[in-house]
């Protein structure tokens, strides 16, 4: 086991995984019951999603943070392929379907596309992701809960907009959700204050347990003392309750395996299985790049996770899977190391869910908004827009566009705006493929010997990622007279993850270097 294995041990970084995997719990379980109604899909068709994205893809992804579960980017899809289909049991088949045509895909070796996303469009889509989630829980925050948790398109299933929505929910607000909402942000905000984590208790008690129960406490008081404060159960968190293990049981559903034979079957599948694929993709390059550690995930093997999940949530009634951003994010940000997180936060969908489905029936959505705000804020934080901005236009219009598109649009269509504006950036440079590397036993040159652009990241991520440990590399930048950010970038987190596999690493540079954005 090498020094960086033993760095990530599973059972050695317990004490960060198991805290952030309560915070993906309850960041969670509203946007699996938010996304099944959207999808006019059993409510526990959600649950069952997010139950089998973090325990199967966790078992079988190559990504240590990312978590995966229902996508609202997939509602409109599965709401038109149920009525397509004639009935959820049909639809599950094409769920099925999806899961072998995205294992498939896996073993081809597709996952690779990934490696293409532009490095401005994908922190586009982190910041849109985050505004989004701000306007979007604003409503919750004060008690107007008309549109479902988790929805992400500019355009709502209510008949309204991201915008109009804000406007609507000033006529509605509820004292309650909003005095939970400001002591829920209070809590989270102070701790991560030196001061709170100084205090032992903290490094094991997570915020949004505490912001979680104090919105459970105070509804509880304004139930005694303040009944037209209380918050009224269409403004709680809604979980279907079993009152023994046969009726749990029984919202498990089986499909309806007569309908593989017909044509519009495979078209849903196929459907399925390109974009939910598009959005994992979309996802694990954007965690990567927000990993603190710098860890490269094979997305080919995430393809296949995805697919095996897939595979297993039709069968046993869950809606289709794919790794989502605001779970993810929400992991990282807890603190999470490996994935532990996603798996045990699975674990805790399923028994929680059987056991105490009244208990989290108590829960405000207030609470569960300020925690998405506080999310929502660190995706699309300043200091990350400034950056983009100081990188220059040919990557801040990118990053801009892809914002705006997003959030006018939806998450894929946005990209698509994003990406097709980017390349019209690269195409105005030269992008020979100019990258060759050459080794003598553990000493290893990587040479541009052109201006190289995103569209050289696969092949150096490879090169790079083939170095085994303990090498000597020199990586030679003096021939191009142009460097993308995105190559930049590439090899600028190579060298930060060098030291963790004994790799010395050795920059050489052009001074007449148009970009000259190495760091030594």
Partial sequence: M????????PLKNLRHDLPASIVVFLVALPLCLGVALASGAPLFSGIIAGM????????????????????AGLTTIV???IGTMGGFESFLVTVVL??????TLGFLRAGSIGNYFPSAVIKGMLAAIGIILILKQVPHAVGYDHDFEGDESFTQSDGENTFSELLHATDFIHPGALIICALSLFILVMWDKPIMKRLKFSGFLPAPLIVVLSGLGLNAIFRSSFPNWEIKPEHLVTLPVSNDIGSFLGQFTLPDFSAVTRPETWMVAFTIAIVASLESLLSIDAVDKLDPFKRTSPLNRELKAQGLANMISGLIGGLPVTAVIVRSTANLSAGARTKTSSIVHGVLLLLTVFFIPSFLNLIPLASLAAILLVVGFKLASPSLIKGMYKKGWDQFIPFAVTIIAILLTDLLKGISIGIMVGLLFVLKTNFR?????????DNYLIRLTGDVTFLNKALLRQTLR???????VVIDGTRPSFIDQDIAETISDFCDAASNRQIKVELKQSTTALNPIFKA
């Fill in 79 to 81: 709401l038109a392929s």
């Fill in 2 to 9: 090498t020094k960086r294995d033993e760095e990530f041990n």
């Fill in 52 to 71: 089998v994205g973090g325990i199967v893809v966790g078992l079988f992804t190559g990504s240590a943070l990312s978590v995966s579960g229902p996508a």
């Fill in 466 to 472: 083939d170095i085994p440990n303990g090498s000597k």
């Fill in 433 to 441: 493929r100019s990258i060759i590397s050459a080794n003598e036993k």
């Fill in 98 to 103: 999806a899961g072998m045509i995205q294992l």
